[in-house]
């Protein structure tokens, strides 16, 4: 069983970059699929960015584009999500998700076994 935990959240103004990282323990990352996604108050969650096992190959969502990048170090247990050009409407708590069954760039929450407890993003205009 992995134990995720998020950081480098915080409140930053429209056009600005961050990144997330998310450091995983109890298990090596490596056998996992990891996920990014986020929730907005009074919205469900929705998916972000996907990564394969050894970061070869990865999927956005249409909304995050060419503006954010995943990426893993499985040396050093910790997959990232590097933000740029950020928005208002990218505002929301951010979460990391492994799966371990489901083979493939999941987008679906029910897919992820495991979760981190998020971390705050704030993007002011």
């Known amino acids: 069983q992995v134990q995720l935990v998020e950081s480098g959240g915080g409140l930053v103004q429209a056009g600005d970059s961050l990144r997330l990282s998310c450091a995983a323990s109890?298990?090596?990352?490596?056998?996992?699929?990891m996920g990014w996604f986020r929730q907005a108050p009074g919205k469900e969650r929705e998916f972000v960015a996907a990564?394969?096992?050894?970061?070869?190959?990865?999927r956005y969502a249409d909304s995050v584009t060419g503006r954010f990048t995943i990426s893993r170090d499985n040396a050093k247990n910790t997959a990232y999500l590097q933000m740029s050009s950020l928005k208002p409407e990218d505002t929301a708590v951010y979460y990391c998700?492994?799966?371990?069954?489901?083979?493939?760039?999941?987008?679906?929450?029910?897919?992820?076994?495991?979760w981190g407890q998020g971390t705050q993003v704030t993007v002011s205009s």
């Open positions: 998700a492994a799966d371990l069954r489901w083979p493939g760039l999941q987008e679906s929450t029910h897919l992820y076994d495991y």
């Open positions: 109890g298990s090596t990352l490596s056998n996992y699929y």
């Open positions: 990564i394969n096992r050894s970061g070869s190959s990865t």
